[in-house]
Protein backbone atom coordinates (compact mmCIF):
# COMPACT_ATOMS: atom_id res chain seq x y z
CA UNK A 1 0.00 0.00 0.00
CA UNK A 2 0.82 3.86 -0.24
CA UNK A 3 0.46 4.84 3.52
CA UNK A 4 1.99 4.05 6.65
CA UNK A 5 0.85 0.46 7.43
CA UNK A 6 0.63 -0.34 11.28
CA UNK A 7 -0.08 -3.36 13.27
CA UNK A 8 -1.47 -4.64 15.21
CA UNK A 9 -5.11 -2.17 14.77
CA UNK A 10 -5.80 -3.55 18.17
CA UNK A 11 -3.95 -4.88 21.44
CA UNK A 12 -4.74 -6.31 24.49
CA UNK A 13 -2.14 -7.25 27.31
CA UNK A 14 -2.61 -7.69 30.92
CA UNK A 15 -0.08 -5.22 33.22
CA UNK A 16 3.40 -6.88 33.79
CA UNK A 17 3.31 -8.75 29.48
CA UNK A 18 5.98 -6.87 27.39
CA UNK A 19 4.36 -5.68 23.64
CA UNK A 20 5.47 -4.75 20.23
CA UNK A 21 4.60 -2.19 17.66
CA UNK A 22 5.38 -2.43 14.26
CA UNK A 23 5.56 0.48 12.05
CA UNK A 24 5.81 0.18 7.83
CA UNK A 25 6.68 3.75 6.99
CA UNK A 26 5.78 5.14 3.27
CA UNK A 27 8.43 3.81 0.67
CA UNK A 28 10.98 6.38 0.43
CA UNK A 29 10.78 8.13 3.54
CA UNK A 30 13.61 8.80 5.70
CA UNK A 31 11.76 9.77 8.82
CA UNK A 32 9.71 7.91 11.39
CA UNK A 33 8.18 9.23 14.58
CA UNK A 34 6.37 7.57 17.15
CA UNK A 35 3.57 9.64 19.07
CA UNK A 36 1.33 8.17 22.16
CA UNK A 37 -2.06 9.79 22.00
CA UNK A 38 -4.65 9.24 25.28
CA UNK A 39 -8.28 9.99 24.86
CA UNK A 40 -9.16 13.30 23.70
CA UNK A 41 -5.61 14.78 23.38
CA UNK A 42 -3.37 15.45 20.77
CA UNK A 43 -0.51 13.35 20.21
CA UNK A 44 2.46 13.52 22.01
CA UNK A 45 5.95 12.84 20.30
CA UNK A 46 8.11 9.73 22.00
CA UNK A 47 10.96 9.22 19.76
CA UNK A 48 11.98 10.27 16.10
CA UNK A 49 14.55 8.02 13.40
CA UNK A 50 16.44 9.30 10.00
CA UNK A 51 17.01 6.33 8.10
CA UNK A 52 18.01 3.84 10.83
CA UNK A 53 19.50 6.03 13.60
CA UNK A 54 17.23 7.42 16.77
CA UNK A 55 18.08 10.94 16.94
CA UNK A 56 15.43 11.96 19.71
CA UNK A 57 14.04 9.62 22.29
CA UNK A 58 13.44 12.39 24.89
CA UNK A 59 9.13 11.69 24.59
CA UNK A 60 9.63 7.80 25.64
CA UNK A 61 7.85 8.33 29.23
CA UNK A 62 10.15 5.76 31.10
CA UNK A 63 13.27 2.87 30.15
CA UNK A 64 10.13 0.55 29.81
CA UNK A 65 9.82 1.89 26.42
CA UNK A 66 12.16 1.38 23.81
CA UNK A 67 12.19 1.72 19.91
CA UNK A 68 14.04 0.84 17.22
CA UNK A 69 14.66 0.71 13.10
CA UNK A 70 17.68 -1.38 12.44
CA UNK A 71 17.59 -1.24 8.93
CA UNK A 72 16.03 1.98 8.28
CA UNK A 73 12.84 0.84 7.17
CA UNK A 74 10.49 -1.05 9.54
CA UNK A 75 9.97 -0.07 13.12
CA UNK A 76 9.12 -1.48 16.45
CA UNK A 77 8.17 0.25 19.62
CA UNK A 78 8.47 -2.44 22.47
CA UNK A 79 6.93 -1.29 25.94
CA UNK A 80 8.42 -4.45 28.51
CA UNK A 81 6.71 -4.19 32.30
CA UNK A 82 3.22 -2.54 30.53
CA UNK A 83 1.21 -0.63 33.02
CA UNK A 84 -2.14 0.44 32.95
CA UNK A 85 -0.93 4.02 32.15
CA UNK A 86 0.62 2.81 28.91
CA UNK A 87 -2.93 2.56 27.24
CA UNK A 88 -3.73 4.86 24.90
CA UNK A 89 -3.12 4.60 20.56
CA UNK A 90 0.45 4.55 18.88
CA UNK A 91 0.50 6.45 16.31
CA UNK A 92 3.66 6.16 13.73
CA UNK A 93 4.10 8.70 11.23
CA UNK A 94 6.68 9.06 8.27
CA UNK A 95 7.41 12.14 6.42
CA UNK A 96 10.26 12.79 3.51
CA UNK A 97 13.92 13.65 4.34
CA UNK A 98 14.67 17.67 4.77
CA UNK A 99 13.19 20.20 7.10
CA UNK A 100 9.08 21.20 7.40
CA UNK A 101 7.89 18.13 5.43
CA UNK A 102 4.49 16.75 6.85
CA UNK A 103 4.07 13.72 8.78
CA UNK A 104 1.62 11.22 6.91
CA UNK A 105 0.23 8.97 10.23
CA UNK A 106 -0.76 5.50 9.72
CA UNK A 107 -4.22 4.27 11.53
CA UNK A 108 -2.21 3.22 14.89
CA UNK A 109 -2.21 0.68 17.42
CA UNK A 110 -4.48 0.94 20.14
CA UNK A 111 -3.10 -0.51 23.20
CA UNK A 112 -5.21 -1.75 26.01
CA UNK A 113 -3.53 -2.98 29.43
CA UNK A 114 -5.92 -4.98 31.90
CA UNK B 1 7.73 24.23 27.11
CA UNK B 2 6.19 24.72 23.94
CA UNK B 3 2.91 24.67 23.90
CA UNK B 4 -0.17 24.76 21.37
CA UNK B 5 -3.23 26.16 22.19
CA UNK B 6 -6.33 25.14 20.96
CA UNK B 7 -10.39 25.89 21.72
CA UNK B 8 -11.73 22.39 22.93
CA UNK B 9 -15.00 22.93 21.56
CA UNK B 10 -17.41 21.56 20.17
CA UNK B 11 -18.14 24.34 17.40
CA UNK B 12 -21.27 23.39 16.24
CA UNK B 13 -22.25 25.30 12.63
CA UNK B 14 -24.73 24.70 10.12
CA UNK B 15 -24.61 23.30 6.93
CA UNK B 16 -23.20 25.63 4.41
CA UNK B 17 -21.79 27.82 6.60
CA UNK B 18 -18.10 29.25 7.16
CA UNK B 19 -15.89 27.45 10.03
CA UNK B 20 -13.04 29.44 12.05
CA UNK B 21 -10.65 27.27 14.06
CA UNK B 22 -8.46 28.76 15.64
CA UNK B 23 -4.55 27.95 17.30
CA UNK B 24 -2.03 29.92 19.41
CA UNK B 25 1.60 28.93 19.84
CA UNK B 26 4.49 29.72 22.51
CA UNK B 27 7.30 28.99 20.65
CA UNK B 28 8.34 31.89 18.46
CA UNK B 29 11.16 29.90 16.18
CA UNK B 30 8.56 28.03 14.70
CA UNK B 31 8.29 27.94 11.16
CA UNK B 32 5.75 25.53 9.90
CA UNK B 33 2.45 24.68 10.70
CA UNK B 34 0.00 21.84 9.77
CA UNK B 35 -3.76 21.23 10.24
CA UNK B 36 -5.02 17.61 10.40
CA UNK B 37 -8.81 16.45 10.73
CA UNK B 38 -9.17 13.34 12.58
CA UNK B 39 -12.56 11.15 12.78
CA UNK B 40 -13.10 9.46 15.83
CA UNK B 41 -11.26 6.16 15.99
CA UNK B 42 -9.08 7.27 13.12
CA UNK B 43 -5.67 8.31 12.34
CA UNK B 44 -4.65 12.31 12.03
CA UNK B 45 -5.22 13.15 8.38
CA UNK B 46 -3.17 16.11 6.62
CA UNK B 47 -5.41 18.73 5.13
CA UNK B 48 -3.17 21.80 4.96
CA UNK B 49 0.38 23.02 5.63
CA UNK B 50 1.40 26.85 5.98
CA UNK B 51 5.00 28.03 6.26
CA UNK B 52 4.75 31.58 5.87
CA UNK B 53 2.52 34.63 6.88
CA UNK B 54 -0.64 35.01 5.06
CA UNK B 55 -2.81 32.99 3.62
CA UNK B 56 -3.26 29.56 1.61
CA UNK B 57 -5.77 28.25 -0.08
CA UNK B 58 -6.85 24.75 -0.96
CA UNK B 59 -10.70 24.03 -1.93
CA UNK B 60 -12.59 24.88 0.85
CA UNK B 61 -10.07 25.26 3.16
CA UNK B 62 -8.01 28.21 3.74
CA UNK B 63 -4.98 28.58 6.45
CA UNK B 64 -4.19 32.15 7.53
CA UNK B 65 -0.79 32.41 9.60
CA UNK B 66 0.54 35.34 11.33
CA UNK B 67 3.79 34.89 12.97
CA UNK B 68 3.71 38.19 14.93
CA UNK B 69 0.90 37.22 16.89
CA UNK B 70 1.72 33.71 17.06
CA UNK B 71 -1.48 32.97 15.48
CA UNK B 72 -2.43 30.28 12.62
CA UNK B 73 -6.01 29.59 11.64
CA UNK B 74 -8.04 27.25 9.83
CA UNK B 75 -11.22 28.40 7.85
CA UNK B 76 -13.28 25.50 6.26
CA UNK B 77 -16.10 27.41 3.66
CA UNK B 78 -19.44 25.78 2.43
CA UNK B 79 -18.84 23.32 5.50
CA UNK B 80 -20.83 20.03 5.10
CA UNK B 81 -21.63 17.23 7.96
CA UNK B 82 -18.93 15.19 6.40
CA UNK B 83 -16.33 17.70 8.19
CA UNK B 84 -17.15 17.13 11.69
CA UNK B 85 -14.02 15.84 13.46
CA UNK B 86 -11.75 17.17 15.45
CA UNK B 87 -9.16 19.07 13.95
CA UNK B 88 -5.68 19.22 15.23
CA UNK B 89 -3.09 21.92 15.02
CA UNK B 90 0.90 21.18 14.70
CA UNK B 91 3.65 23.20 14.78
CA UNK B 92 7.01 22.55 14.32
CA UNK B 93 10.15 24.46 14.71
CA UNK B 94 12.36 23.28 11.64
CA UNK B 95 14.98 20.70 11.15
CA UNK B 96 14.18 17.34 11.76
CA UNK B 97 11.84 18.33 15.12
CA UNK B 98 8.62 16.39 16.17
CA UNK B 99 5.66 18.18 15.68
CA UNK B 100 3.62 19.89 18.86
CA UNK B 101 0.24 19.02 18.54
CA UNK B 102 -3.05 20.81 20.05
CA UNK B 103 -5.52 19.33 22.19
CA UNK B 104 -7.62 19.79 19.06
CA UNK B 105 -11.15 21.53 18.54
CA UNK B 106 -14.42 19.16 17.70
CA UNK B 107 -15.87 20.50 14.89
CA UNK B 108 -20.23 19.93 14.47
CA UNK B 109 -21.69 20.34 11.18
CA UNK B 110 -25.28 19.94 11.65
CA UNK B 111 -27.59 19.25 8.07
Known amino acids: GAGVSQSPRYKVAKRGQDVALRCDPI?????LFWYQQALGQGPEFLTY????????KSGLPSDRFFAERPEGSVSTLKIQRTQQEDSAVYLC????????????FGDGTRLSIL | QKEVEQNSGPLSVPEGAIASLNCTYS??????FFWYRQYSGKSPELIMSIYSNGDKEDGRFTAQLNKASQYVSLLIRDSQPSDSATYLC???????????FGKGTMLLVSP
Open chain 1, 49 to 56: FQNEAQLD
Open chain 1, 27 to 31: SGHVS
Open chain 2, 90 to 100: AVNDGGYSTLT
Open chain 1, 93 to 104: ASSREGSNQPQH
Open chain 2, 27 to 32: DRVSQS
